[in-house]
C-alpha cells in the first residue's frame, strides 16, 4: 500500500494512510517521526493492536513512563485505559479541560500516545492546540511579560490545594488518586521552550496545570494567564480529531495541549494509552 498524509490543519494534526503499527518498519518509523515534527500530531486509521501491540509500537518512540495518580491497568503499569462508561453520566471527563499531560513533572512526557478500542458514534473527539502557532502569533505585550519568567505548575487536579470543585470532579471508571499532598508540590517551568528537535520556541502553559506565572503577584499572574489563555485557544491555533474503533493518535506533548470533548453521556468511549519520557523543557527567547 502507499502512504500517504493528509493533514488536518495547513500545521497541526496529520493522518497517515497505509502504515501498520504492529509491522511498523524503519521507512513507516521516519514517516512517523517526520510528521510527527512539522504536524505535532499524527493519526493512523483502522489499526488493529492488542495491548502488547501497542506497548511495542510505543517504544518505537522512545522508553516509556509510568504516570503517577492514576492506576495502570492489571499487569500493564505503562498503560492506563480511559474509560467512560454508558452510565457515566452528567459528570467529568478524564481530560476533559485543555491541558499538556503532566506538565508538573519535572520532565513531562514528551509524546503520548491514545488506542481507541470503541468510541462513541458521534461525539467524545479530541481537540489540540498547536503552541508553536499560539507563540508566534502572541501580542507583542504579552510575549514582553513572559519573556524570561517561569511559569509555576502543579498537578492541581490530584492535589489538595487546587483540587477540583467536588461537582467538577471527574469520579467515573478510571481510578485517580485525589487529594494528595505530594501533588501539590509546585514545578517551574520557562513559560516560553524551545523544542528539544525542532528548535522552535514554544508556550508552555496550560489552564489545568499552571497555577501563576512567577515574579507577579496573585491578581497580575490570574490576569495575565487569563488573557494568555484567551489568545491561545482559538481555533486558528486547534485541530480535532474524529474517533473510530481503531484510530490511534500520537501527539508531541511539548508543543501542544489537547482536550478530551465530553459530549456522548450514555455511550461507553474506551481508549488505551501510553506516554514517551521526556526531559525537562528548556528556555527559549
Ligand atoms: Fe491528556
Not at 18 to 40: C, Q
Not at 66 to 82: F, K, Q
Not at 88 to 97: A, H, K, P, V
Not at 207 to 225: F, H, N, Q, V, W
Request: a negative charge; charged letters at 30%.
Amino acid at each position: 500500500m502507499t502512504t500517504r498524509l493528509r493533514p488536518l490543519t495547513p500545521r497541526l494534526g496529520a493522518e497517515i494512510d497505509g502504515i501498520d503499527a504492529a509491522t511498523v518498519g524503519e521507512d513507516d518509523l521516519g514517516l512517523l517521526r517526520d510528521a510527527l515534527r512539522e504536524y505535532k500530531v499524527v493519526f493512523l486509521r483502522e489499526q488493529r493492536i492488542d495491548l502488547d501491540g501497542l506497548l511495542a509500537f510505543s517504544r518505537h518512540f522512545g522508553e516509556l513512563m509510568r504516570l503517577p495518580y492514576i492506576r495502570p491497568l492489571d499487569g500493564y503499569p505503562e498503560i492506563i485505559r480511559v474509560l467512560k462508561q454508558a452510565h457515566e453520566i452528567d459528570m467529568g471527563t478524564f481530560g476533559g479541560d485543555w491541558h499538556s499531560d503532566f506538565s508538573f513533572l519535572a520532565a513531562p512526557p514528551k509524546a503520548s500516545i491514545l488506542y481507541a478500542e470503541e468510541v462513541p458514534r458521534v461525539g467524545g473527539d479530541t481537540l489540540w492546540i498547536d503552541m508553536v502557532e499560539a507563540l508566534r502569533r502572541l501580542p507583542a505585550d504579552l510575549r514582553a511579560a513572559l519573556d524570561g519568567r517561569d511559569a509555576i505548575h502543579t498537578g492541581a487536579p490530584y492535589g489538595v490545594a487546587h483540587a477540583p470543585a467536588a461537582d467538577t470532579r471527574f469520579r467515573g471508571s478510571i481510578e485517580i488518586e485525589r487529594d494528595n499532598p505530594e501533588a501539590d508540590r509546585e514545578t517551574r517551568h520557562p513559560a516560553i521552550c524551545r523544542h528539544p528537535d525542532s528548535g522552535a520556541e514554544m508556550l508552555f502553559v496550560n489552564p489545568t496545570y499552571t497555577t501563576r506565572i512567577d515574579g507577579y503577584g496573585e491578581a497580575e499572574s490570574k490576569g495575565l494567564l487569563a488573557e494568555l489563555y484567551r489568545h491561545l485557544l482559538r481555533p486558528e491555533f486547534a485541530c480535532r480529531f474524529r474517533w473510530r474503533p481503531g484510530s490511534i493518535a500520537l501527539w508531541d506533548n511539548r508543543n501542544t495541549l489537547h482536550y478530551a470533548v465530553n459530549d456522548y453521556d450514555g455511550q461507553r468511549r474506551c481508549l488505551y494509552r501510553t506516554a514517551i519520557a521526556g526531559h525537562p523543557p528548556v528556555a527559549g527567547g
